[in-house]
């Protein structure tokens, strides 16, 4: 994405001038990939380290602390070596977005990164001076980084502190069938899917529900209502205005309410996609879960039922489904069996 080109170009400059001297002392250097996630449910392997294919590369998998089991990690790095800064750069975009569609499609939650931003940095004068010496010292960065081979480095962080178990298999193989055409996928839609990756990694339902549902919201068009509904929309001010039961504060009241119906709603146009991607099926379980989403985010209904955890879950099904659906229009992988992977919920009340 452009913003891990701009991150990697500022240091690009600084390794190139390293590779240029290298070079001249007759040594070329290759580089690696790092990308750094953090995961809700830990992978189920004892050992420190788990090699994997993905996109024709040999990917290792590791603990972000050295030396820590995989099985005991939260947050993990995923590294792969290449001969180009430019082919290591594009692979990982790649495997960062098809490890956020993977983990998507199985419900679980993996946080892959945004913007690749540091969480711990070091000062440029000192990470300057240790390059002069041949070390690099690195930004601990959530997401995707890369780095020459030909030099010592250190990647200075630390890690916080979960347990369910997770097979590295049943997500690798996922992201080995996305990784060839997951380039189709446009920022909204994967934004979209950073958005799901964030409910399945949130415990809190409230949470939970509100990443979910956003996600649905942010693939919807919200557009402008057409000619003759905005011409009904005046004619019904008009009447407001003019009608005899209400007093001036009244009608002026309804009048300003009626002003603000610039657009359609965000639950409408959530109605048109859902159509638009032929699961109308999905129409009545949508008008049921948005519904009662509104009542707890606006107050009108407690936010404390007892089956506040299932409806939060249900939702992140519903919307998992619409969402999945919608990134299948540019990558149809990833709305393979998606009917199976989130069945219908039924929402109760």
Not at 44 to 49: A, F, M, P, Y
Not at 299 to 308: F, Q
Request: one cysteine or more.
């Amino acid at each position: 994405m452009d913003d891990l080109n701009e991150f990697l170009d500022a240091k690009r400059s600084q390794f190139e001038a390293a590779r240029s001297q290298r070079e001249k002392d007759g040594v070329n250097p290759t580089y690696t990939m790092r990308l750094r996630v953090r995961v809700g449910d830990r992978f189920n392997v004892e050992g420190l380290t788990h090699s994997m294919t993905i996109g024709g590369r040999v990917v290792v998998l590791s603990a972000r602390n050295p030396g820590r089991p995989l099985k005991d990690a939260e947050w993990v790095v995923l590294k792969s070596e290449f001969e180009g800064l430019d082919d290591a750069i594009a692979f990982g975009n790649d495997l960062q977005t098809s490890l956020a569609v993977a983990a998507a499609r199985r419900r679980r939650g993996i946080d892959v990164g945004h913007k690749n931003k540091a969480t711990s940095k070091t000062s440029e004068d000192i990470k300057n001076m240790f390059f002069r010496k041949g070390i690099a010292m690195l930004d601990d960065v959530h997401g995707v980084t890369v780095y020459p081979n030909d030099m010592a480095t250190t990647v200075i962080g630390g890690e916080a502190h979960m347990i369910a178990l997770l097979a590295p298999t049943l997500l690798s193989e996922e992201v080995a069938t996305l990784i060839p055409e997951i380039q189709r996928i446009d920022e909204k839609h994967r934004n979209a899917i950073l958005m799901l990756n964030a409910a399945a990694l949130n415990n809190e339902p409230l949470a939970k529900l509100a990443f979910a549902v956003a996600a649905v919201e942010m693939l919807a068009n919200v557009s402008s209502w057409s000619p003759s509904q905005k011409k009904a929309i005046e004619a019904l001010k008009e009447s407001v205005l003019s009608h005899p039961d209400l007093d001036s504060d009244e009608a002026n009241m309804i009048g300003a309410a009626l002003d603000r119906l610039h657009n359609q709603g965000v639950n409408e146009a959530c109605r048109k996609l859902i159509m638009g991607l032929g699961l109308e099926v999905l129409l009545k379980p949508w008008s049921k879960f948005y519904s009662k989403r509104s009542s707890i985010f606006h107050g009108s209904k407690p936010a404390i039922d007892a089956d506040l955890v299932s409806y939060s879950d249900e939702a992140l099904i519903l919307c998992s489904r619409i969402v999945l659906a919608a990134v299948g229009r540019q990558l149809p992988r990833a709305a393979s069996d998606i009917e199976n992977l989130f069945p219908t919920p039924i929402p109760a009340g």
